[in-house]
């Protein structure tokens, strides 16, 4: 696998490596100690980077749905997974309202990716068909 535990908890990544795949069965999200991640769409586009101190990957552990997109290094970086029952039992204790809000941004997320990576696509082909020399 591409990664090396180096602590109780503690993940680390060469630059270059996979962290997990779409279609992927999600488990944790990670908390972002050092390092950068980036976030591409099933077709390759690059929908974000992630940075020190952020959480990526939570989407599917909260959904209990599978991997939406693809997480790969930017550079060497140490993750501390988060796992699925840590991150349901949050919220779970979360108040009803922002349980709400985190299930509603959530699903806004995915809606967004699948849509970003629609207007590559589509961008990519009227790109190809526009003529050169005009």
Known sequence: MSMKKIGINQLKFSKGK??????DAAHFAYYVHSGKVNIYSPGGLLLG??????????????LEESRSVTAEADTNCI?????????????????????AIVRSL?????????????????LNIVTSLTDKDD
Do not use: C, H
């Open 49 to 62: 980077k992630i940075g020190e101190g952020e959480i990526f990957g939570e989407r599917g552990p909260s």
């Open 79 to 99: 993750l501390y997974p988060i796992n699925e029952k840590t991150l349901q039992q949050k919220l779970k204790e979360a108040d009803p309202v922002v349980r």
């Open 106 to 122: 959530l699903m806004r997320l995915n809606d967004i990716n699948l849509k970003s990576e629609d207007f590559w696509r589509n």
């Open 18 to 23: 996979k962290i997990y795949s779409k279609g």
